[in-house]
């Protein structure tokens, strides 16, 4: 059922996410590929598909995931909901990191079900570049307790390996559903 599901999604995102031509991405480079994956991870076919692959690539002791508003929005929560209503080991929680703290009330960077301090969250984001959005929830994350060495991504750029080495940098291992070779792959067929 999971290859299916990734053959699905993978076409999915061809058509409704993916294009090639000459772009200037959010990190400033530029690149022949383009991929906005909220186009998918918004609707109910792509984010229940998304959601249950990438629950597969979570850290096997996560209580709970986590991303940077706004790409990791959908994710965090389909993954939650995923985790629920299939037979996977557990269960885990959904948590969202804002850019901003929060104007009011508690000033709260992080949003959701909070798990106690040292906990192992997992965190997710829609495509990573360089990893820059990411990094910014994870050290949220690490800054209030939580144990947070893994990012799992629905598409890897791959922009000259930049995003692998800014994790490692970092102590975290990036895992990805998709790289956008594989995007433009099936785009070229």
């Known amino acids: 059922m999971i290859e299916n599901m990734r053959e699905e999604l993978l076409k999915l995102l061809q058509k409704n996410a993916y294009r ?8 400033g480079k530029k690149s022949n590929h383009y ?6 991870t ?4 792509g984010l229940t598909m998304a959601s ?7 850290d ?6 986590a991303g940077l508003t706004m790409g990791a929005d959908p994710l965090v929560s389909g993954v939650a909901m995923a985790s629920f209503d299939t037979d996977w080991a557990r269960t885990v929680d959904a948590m969202i990191v804002r ?9 709260a960077w992080i949003e959701g079900a909070l798990p106690p301090e040292g906990s192992i969250v997992t965190a997710l ?6 990893g820059g959005s990411v990094i910014k929830a994870v050290t949220r994350l690490r ?10 991504t629905l598409v890897d750029r791959q922009v000259d390996g930049e995003a692998d080495e800014f994790m490692k940098s970092a102590g975290l291992k990036l895992y990805s559903v998709y790289n956008v070779e594989e995007l433009a792959g099936v785009k070229n067929e």
């Open 99 to 107: 850019k901003t703290a929060k104007g009011y009330g508690m000033g």
């Open 42 to 45: 918004l609707s109910a076919e």
């Open 60 to 65: 096997s002791d996560a209580v709970a995931v």
């Open 125 to 130: 984001e829609d495509v990573v570049t360089t």
């Open 35 to 40: 991929v906005n994956a909220k186009t998918v």
């Open 143 to 152: 800054d209030v307790g939580y144990v947070v060495d893994r990012v799992v």
């Open 20 to 27: 090639s031509g000459d772009f200037t991405l959010s990190s």
């Open 52 to 58: 249950h692959l990438m629950l597969e690539l979570l």
